[in-house]
């Protein structure tokens, strides 16, 4: 059995992580740490793990020795706290924003603080295991995307590789209210945010950097926030190469993604859900990707789409455990979404 551990497991993520960790075969969780929540039943803040476990929040300073230990602690916080969390286990997967960007300067131009640690940067793997597997293979140390971004990079990397798209590429993203945690701010209220189209990052949203660092390409990025509680979906415009045509970009995503368990290359050409959509996706650890050219036109719309609670984030975690400790890399990740929804 995998003994692992989550700290900071009272919030959306940390919930969803239980949720995972709980119904994996090969895994024992051995410790969900709150600073605010020890010695309460970690169902009384996560209802749907009501009769699955009878785990209790315990203080961060309890802590034991663990084979793999999840942080989703906040930015900023995880990397001052990094060497701390590398002395408990074996493999630290960080599901915060502190690892994400190799650059220092970079990071410090999009999160407004200095790097901390940026001693640690190149000894994380990126965890998207469709772009990095054979270094999960044996990576101690993990990063997984965030939500937008691993949208973004799955459903733009194959055409950036393949050398079919040039120039800029331009960004429009709707995630919903779970993407912004589990503590409510104004912001999030409910007579705010009900029926709201809030364009919350007109520029400089953070998972540009993200997307830029894995593609290449120069990635202008906006967010809004829309009236669902999970998924995230992403419109992604670039310009095409010379000569570059439907076929061109259709075998492009399937040379890249055939027999991924998680990638699912959407193309149908009629119909309700000819294009991605996140609502059929919620609880599952699918990306769908689709794209339209308009005929004549220079440029392609990429459309990608997740549950940002899954494959954009704890999800994705677990499926870079999998692939770390050599276990099938669809285990405790069955769960194929529900519609209607």
């Known amino acids: 059995m995998i003994r692992a551990a989550v700290v900071g497991a009272a919030g959306y993520i940390g919930g969803e992580l239980l949720r995972l960790l709980v119904g994996h075969p090969q895994v024992e969780v051995v410790a969900a740490t709150s600073r605010t929540l020890q010695g309460r039943q970690v169902d009384g803040v996560h209802p749907n793990l009501r009769h699955r476990t009878k785990l209790t929040f315990s203080a961060e300073d309890r802590l034991g020795r663990c084979d ?128 709201a189209l809030r364009v919350f990052a007109p520029t400089r949203h953070r998972h540009e950097a993200e997307i830029a660092q894995a593609t290449g390409h120069t990635v202008r990025m906006s967010a809004t926030g829309v009236e669902a509680v999970r998924g995230v979906q992403l419109l992604s415009r670039a310009h095409l190469a010379e000569g570059v045509d439907e076929r061109a970009i259709r075998s492009a995503y399937r040379g890249r993604y055939a027999g991924e368990p998680f990638v699912r290359i959407v193309a149908a050409r009629r119909g309700l859900h000819r294009f991605p959509d996140a609502k059929i996706l919620s609880g599952s650890n699918f990306c769908d990707i689709g794209f339209a050219l308009d005929r004549g036109a220079s440029t392609v719309t990429v459309i990608a789409a997740l549950d940002n609670l899954v494959k954009g984030g704890a999800g994705n975690a677990v499926q870079c455990m999998n692939v770390r400790f050599g276990e099938p890399e669809e285990r405790g990740l069955e769960f194929t979404g529900l519609h209607p929804n």
């Open 68 to 195: 793999v230990l999840f942080l989703a602690t906040p930015h900023r916080e995880t990397m001052q706290r990094m060497p701390e969390f590398l002395e408990k286990a074996g493999v630290v997967i960080d599901l915060s924003g502190d690892f994400r960007l190799s650059d220092p300067d970079v990071y410090e131009d999009y999160y407004g603080t200095a790097h901390e640690a940026t001693g640690l940067l190149d000894s994380f793997v990126q965890g998207l295991p469709e772009l990095h597997r054979e270094r999960l293979r044996t990576a101690d140390r993990i990063s997984v995307p965030g939500c937008m971004a691993s949208a973004g990079i799955l459903s733009l990397v194959p055409l950036a590789e393949a050398g079919l798209i040039t120039g800029e590429v331009t960004v429009d993203a709707r995630t919903g209210s779970s993407g912004s945690g589990a503590k409510a701010g104004a912001e999030n209220l409910h007579a705010e945010r009900s029926g």
